[in-house]
Nanobody, 123 residues
């Protein structure tokens, strides 16, 4: 069992930056692939970025070059650094974990989810 808690959301102007954290319980967190998803008002939850247990990273096209995902297994934490934010990045951001070893981008493939943190980008 893994419990995930996101933090770091808030309000920022377009062009600004925010850093999100996903803190996990459990001694085997390093063996999980972790993803960040987001859900904008009126839209489905969508994949944003992921990092495998081997440290390979992957992103959706709309955030590539602006967002960076990383992990610190000693701290049981995964981070999402978001730069050059746009109003269309406004959403509730969730982190999720799966024992799948390869890069996965669909919600159904993730077993554990956090409660989410709100990110609002003003124009």
């Amino acid at each position: 069992q893994v419990q995930l808690v996101e933090s770091g959301g808030g309000l920022v102007q377009a062009g600004g930056s925010l850093g999100l954290s996903c803190a996990a319980s459990g001694r085997t967190f390093s063996s999980y692939t972790v993803g960040w998803f987001r859900r904008a008002p009126g839209k489905e939850r969508e994949f944003v970025a992921g990092i495998t247990r081997g440290g390979n990273t992957y992103y959706t096209m709309s955030v590539k070059g602006r967002f960076t995902i990383s992990r610190d297994n000693a701290k049981n934490t995964v981070y999402l650094q978001m730069n050059s934010l746009k109003p269309e990045d406004t959403a509730v951001y969730y982190c999720a974990a799966t024992r799948t070893v390869v890069a996965v981008t669909t919600t159904a493939e993730y077993d554990y989810w956090g409660q989410g943190t709100q990110v609002t980008v003003s124009s």
